[in-house]
């Protein structure tokens, strides 16, 4: 035939190929992301349910994109894996939000709580103890406000050391939490070991518990065994009244989701706080 050996790319081939160009193209854009100053944190408030009373925001990582806008997570940190960028821009958010903090009590929210996500390199660097040890120094006393946020995934991988490092931390003051609680394939033996004083259960328990009686009963002997073990129950993924008020009965203390608010942009927040407390 005539168009033997020059084969012509499927379309699936083709697809690929783009798709590759774009990812190295982003990897590529991410990786000078931070120089460029284009990251900041969307904050999601968390509340006491009983109360309805603000308590908390979680910090979220977002990439502002200079043509994209402003992109997720989930789409960039899997683009940096293992590289000491990571480590940079987590380094960079816990700074952030040492800021963030001061901000926040300029706006009168002296008592709320930052919850940051921390990943497991993050966790098990040597550099972070004194990292956060400077700058408790140079924003003042600020360790109790800042929750640490850790997933099962992180604890055991070396628990040992984890217990470790969160005591130093705990030291300093620091308090942490178990994120994304009952995902993580592992057993429930490293609750007696580690020093958490906050639970949050995975949004996808949270988000079926009306419609599945087993994300249901899990969510209920969740906070039953959170309360036991004298710890604090967050729900996330809070998307409906409804939900907000069955996690009431439960009586779990703290709820973040969609149904409460969005995560806010940085830049968003003072006017999105004026608006709301003048309410
Ligand atoms: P996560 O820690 O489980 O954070 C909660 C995620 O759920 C956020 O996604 C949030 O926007 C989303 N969410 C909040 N309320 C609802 C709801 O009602 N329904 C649903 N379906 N989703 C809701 P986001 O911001 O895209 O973050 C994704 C993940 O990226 C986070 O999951 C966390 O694992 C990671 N991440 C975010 N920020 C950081 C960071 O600063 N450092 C590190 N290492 N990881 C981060
Ligand atoms: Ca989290
Ligand atoms: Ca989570
Ligand atoms: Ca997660």
Redesign the pocket.
């Known amino acids: 035939a005539k168009d033997q050996g020059v084969r012509r790319p499927s379309l699936y081939t083709e697809q690929m190929h783009q798709h590759l160009l774009r990812r190295n193209l982003l990897e590529e854009e991410v990786r000078h992301a931070l120089n460029r100053d284009q990251f900041c944190?969307?904050l999601?408030p968390q509340i006491e349910i009983l109360t309805g009373r603000l308590v908390g925001f979680?910090?979220?990582?977002?990439w502002t994109h200079p043509e994209k806008g402003v992109i997720?997570?989930?789409e960039f940190?899997p683009l940096l894996e293992n590289s000491e960028n990571?480590l940079n821009?987590?380094y960079w958010?816990l700074r952030r939000v040492f800021e963030l903090l001061v901000q926040l009590e300029e706006q009168g929210l002296t008592e709320v709580k930052l919850a940051?996500?921390?990943?497991a390199e993050?966790l098990l660097d040597p550099r972070l103890c004194s990292y956060l040890k400077e700058l408790l120094g140079e924003y003042g006393p600020l360790a109790n406000r800042l929750e640490l946020?850790l997933?099962e995934r992180t604890l055991v991988k070396d628990i040992e050391l984890c217990l470790q490092v969160m005591n130093d931390l705990r030291s300093l003051g620091f308090t942490f939490s178990i994120?994304?609680f009952g995902t993580g394939y592992s057993s429930l033996s490293y609750l007696k070991k580690i020093p958490v004083d906050v639970i949050k259960i995975d949004?996808s328990f949270v988000?079926g518990m009306l419609e599945n009686a087993p994300d249901y009963q899990i969510v209920a002997s969740t906070v039953a065994m959170v309360h036991n073990l004298g710890m604090q129950m967050v729900a996330?993924?809070?998307?409906t009244r409804a939900q907000l008020d069955c996690l009431r009965e439960l009586e779990c203390e703290i709820g973040?989701?969609?149904?409460i608010s969005?995560?806010i942009l940085e830049k968003d927040l003072p006017s999105v706080l004026q608006r709301r407390l003048l309410q």
Do not use: C, K
């Open positions: 944190f969307a999601q979680e910090a979220l990582l977002r997720a997570p989930d940190i990571l821009i987590g958010g940051v996500n921390l990943s993050q946020e997933t994120d994304d949004r988000i996330e993924g809070v998307e973040q989701g969609y149904h969005r995560p």
